[in-house]
């Protein structure tokens, strides 16, 4: 398979394909083999020319990809452990480069990290606005009635945050700096030593420190193991700004928790 016909490649220049062709690694997997499982440490991209590989989050899978397809940027651009789990579900030949390799050329071909990064920005937005469309809708009812165009803006500004039980998200006092929405998980509020609520996916948390301007009124702690979505304060105003329905339906909930 030519390296031409990989999507994020398409344009490039010959002396960057050539190198390419130099330094990627063939390396094959049988049909059910793991590539790579999600928490474990990456150090490879893997661009696949011949076979097909499957997907998986927390045991969902999210997307299937086959031949020209590529996986595992994210280790190179963010030094991350594995956000997913990819399985062969065909015999695979495969191309691998190493964040070596990577790093090397990157160095002289900045349109290689720039492909890249889009390449990862565009799939991280994907994923939110699946995740936003599929499970937090019907929980989150302030985005009751969210139009495309709100869900695909979130989704590229949104982060995707991990937390294990026990760890603490925010503390009484800190400057409120971000807006956040429960994806999956139970997270507690508290004052002092006293437990105020618990909350689940489609909850919001620290928008009444970005709408009064004062410090975060509570402690929010994870119960579980958890995950939320991310918002920072500048994103936060612009979006509000840009779809004030939506604005207006997060201040009723500061409002009420007031």
Known sequence: MSLRKIPFLKGADDQLISELAIVMEPVKFSKGETIFRQGEPGDSLYLIVEGAVQVSSEGRVIAELGVGGCFGEGALLEGQTRTATVSAIEDLSLFQLTRESYSVLADRFKRLRFRLNNLHKDRKAEEIENSIGGKLLQNAPFLTGAGGGLIKELARVLERQQL???????????????FFLIEEGLLGISQGKQQLA???????????????????SATVTALTDASCFTLRKESFRRIISRYPVFGRRLHDIHSKRS
């Open 198 to 216: 618990e909350l689940g996916p489609g909850s919001c948390i620290g928008e009444g420190a970005l709408f009064s301007g004062r410090a975060c």
């Open 164 to 178: 294990k039980q026990g760890d603490v998200l925010i503390k009484e006092g800190d400057d409120g700096r971000y």
